[in-house]
């Protein structure tokens, strides 16, 4: 099965409409709208759909078909976990959620602590996950001493990638030798991941979710990735993905401008368009 989304089917939202977005461009889609259109429900199906989530499906009433490479993947409400499991055995996908925190939680969520943080420190240090995480990844140089130097050699690549977007506050990354831990450097000054901005950890994020795809080709879903980001970070991320990743399709939604106006006007899609009313 080619790990390309063509087209996706969406019936009885709501009880009140049926969705259909087709033509799907293999690289970047952007699904803008204003709030209350819809966005986040649509992402969350999809999402669910991918993670072969029946009992979140179920939840919404609706019936799905995603098209990829020919083949239809279908949910309705007979369809069991096992069943959507099984046509979604070869599907590449990973989802970045937005990482706003409800006002009621903020004098919780410290930075230390804070969910964000948490997934970050388990995207790089967690070994031995059914997601591989940046150590994993680092082991495999000295597991595969064949594969070493493409291994180290994207590292590389990576570290130039995150220099590269972190220039302006002159943070550098890079392996602590004495701790073997992932830091930054600001003036000779070492930074610690949960020392980072809250837009500093989501970039860091995303970038090590695209990087840890390998270059295979995957589906990535981002809702609304712009929140935390600086107005330069959004306007280069399409840009920055499809370095670390050129195989990989990103299906995202939006309320910024600045994410797709680097060149990606050609790429919107606005959700009113796709709607149909079942009256």
């Not at 690289?27 to 709208?33: A, E, F, P, T, Y």
């Not at 004098?107 to 997934?119: G, R, T």
């Amino acid at each position: 099965m080619t790990n390309i989304v063509g087209s996706i089917e969406i019936w009885n939202l709501w009880k009140k409409y049926d969705f259909s977005w087709e033509n799907l461009n293999s690289d970047v889609n952007v699904l803008i709208g204003i709030n209350g259109s819809g966005k986040t429900t649509l992402f969350n199906i999809i999402d669910a759909m991918f993670m072969a989530d029946v009992k979140r499906l179920k939840k919404y009433g609706v019936d799905v078909e995603i098209t990829m490479g020919g083949k239809k993947i279908t949910y309705s409400a007979k369809t069991t976990v096992a069943d959507l499991k099984s046509k979604l055995k070869e599907v590449k996908y990973r989802k970045i959620s937005t990482f706003d925190i409800p006002l009621r939680d903020r004098p919780k969520a410290v930075k230390e602590y804070s969910q964000l943080y948490n997934d970050l420190h388990a995207m790089v240090y967690n070994i031995g996950a059914t997601n591989p995480s940046f150590s994993d990844y680092r082991l495999k140089a000295t597991n595969f001493p064949d594969q070493a130097a493409y291994i180290n050699k994207r590292i590389r690549s990576f570290f130039e990638t995150v220099d590269r977007l972190f220039a302006k506050t002159q943070k550098k990354i890079q392996i602590d030798p004495n701790t073997n831990r992932l830091i930054f450097i600001d003036e000779g000054e070492v930074i610690p991941l949960y020392k980072l901005s809250s837009g500093e950890k989501q970039l860091m994020l995303i970038l090590m979710r695209v990087f840890l795809m390998d270059e295979q080709p995957y589906i990535f879903l981002m809702d609304e990735p712009e929140i935390s980001l600086h107005i330069e970070w959004q306007y280069k991320l399409f840009e920055e993905i499809r370095h670390l990743n050129p195989n990989c399709q990103i299906i995202t939604s939006t309320h910024s401008p600045s994410l797709f106006g680097d060149g990606w006007g050609d790429k919107l899609v606005f959700v009113e368009e796709l709607f149909k009313s079942r009256e």
